[in-house]
T-cell receptor
Framework: NAGVTQTPKFQVLKTGQSMTLQCAQD?????MSWYRQDPGMGLRLIHY???????DQGEVPNGYNVSRSTTEDFPLRLLSAAPSQTSVYFC?????????FGPGTRLTVL | GENVEQHPSTLSVQEGDSAVIKCTYS??????FPWYKQELGKRPQLIID?????GEKKDQRIAVTLNKTAKHFSLHITETQPEDSAVYFC??????????FGAGTRLFVKA
């Protein structure tokens, strides 16, 4: 099993650009989520999904969209990037009570 | 909304000493409390967890205690080693499919 994979590992955007962060898992987990990690603020939930076709907002959803067309994939879209979205983004899937995190994407918005 | 407070934000101990990190949660419906360790540049990884029907759980040098009445839970690391240096996150699972994380504690273990 590859577990949870994310692409890209690093990305630099200009303000106003859009992009999609990819996340995939091969553990057949129903629950997947996206977090952003900023210094001193821990991991904050952006969006989550409890299964294909079902998504919901977390703590900090503004500026981000998600969709869940398959169990495996849970992409995160930045509609119009802003410097405040500079962060490290982690995707996670949950099996039982354990959350498995992807390796993260470091995003810089100039 | 639900939140989890974690203290201290930074903790420095001498190798061999014990380290204690404390968390407080707000949602009384929370029933599962995991702890994650994140080494520099790596992803968070689960190290121990506890359910609300248990007061204490131990795994070798790490232990977690839970006080449901006070809505407190703590991570205890004994006989600390340099490889324990990392950021530790507590979290509370609210049952509404959400896991809320504390802000993290950066632990330094000095050799």
């Amino acid at each position: 099993n590859a577990g949870v994979t994310q692409t890209p590992k690093f990305q630099v955007l200009k303000t106003g650009q859009s992009m999609t962060l990819q996340c995939a898992q091969d553990m057949n987990h129903e629950y997947m989520s996206w977090y952003r990690q900023d210094p001193g603020m821990g991991l904050r939930l952006i969006h989550y999904s409890v299964g294909a076709g079902i998504t919901d907002q977390g703590e900090v959803p503004n500026g981000y969209n998600v969709s869940r067309s398959t169990t495996e994939d849970f992409p995160l879209r930045l509609l119009s990037a802003a410097p405040s979205q500079t962060s490290v983004y982690f995707c996670a899937s949950k099996g039982g009570n354990t959350q498995y995190f992807g390796p993260g994407t470091r995003l810089t918005v100039l | 909304g639900e939140n989890v407070e974690q203290h201290p934000s930074t903790l420095s101990v001498q190798e061999g000493d014990s380290a204690v990190i404390k968390c407080t949660y707000s949602d009384s419906a929370s029933n599962y409390f995991p702890w994650y360790k994140q080494e520099l540049g790596k992803r968070p990884q689960l190290i121990i967890d506890i359910r609300s029907n248990v007061g204490e759980k131990k795994d070798q040098r790490i232990a977690v205690t839970l006080n449901k009445t006070a809505k407190h839970f703590s991570l205890h690391i004994t006989e600390t080693q340099p490889e324990d240096s990392a950021v530790y996150f507590c979290a509370a699972y609210t049952g509404g499919f959400k896991t809320i994380f504390g802000a993290g504690t950066r632990l330094f273990v000095k050799a």
